[in-house]
């Protein structure tokens, strides 16, 4: 779902291969018309859980956000876990703490709504986690014409109003 008008929306995701042993994390900003403003993936070195890719790249995002002078998001993410930390509805595990006051410090900068979705509304983000895992240096997009290949698919639908299912 789309954004109202004049609001952006940020969907981000964390990917954690245990037996690769590699993270990654994701996130694309978009308008209310589904177009893309920008995307990113990144590999996380030392992340130890899924949670902890999530909860950076949210940080990420959130921060590329606020450096672009972009400062009223609706944010999503298909981690409640995530969604209940930042909220403040759970404490954040021991291990995260550092990470989530980087977020406490840059969210004081913006007006931002967070919400869980289901994985199934944060495809593109999902897909742009994944790619994270694999690659060797931050990649930044500015553009939906220049996403990664395995990426488009995912944000083609999304664009048009229809979900994809996890494979």
Known sequence: MHPPTGRLKLSVDGAFKNAAGSA?????LR?????????????YQGAISALDAEARALRDELTTCCNQGILDIMVETDSTTLMQIITGQIPPPWELICIIQEMAVTTKKLKAQIKHVPGEANQVAHSLAGYGCYINQFRFWDSGAVLPHIVKGPYRLDKVGCPTLRP
């Open 31 to 43: 308008d209310h018309q589904g177009t893309c403003m920008f995307a990113f993936a990144t590999k």
């Open 24 to 28: 990654g994390g994701g996130g694309i």
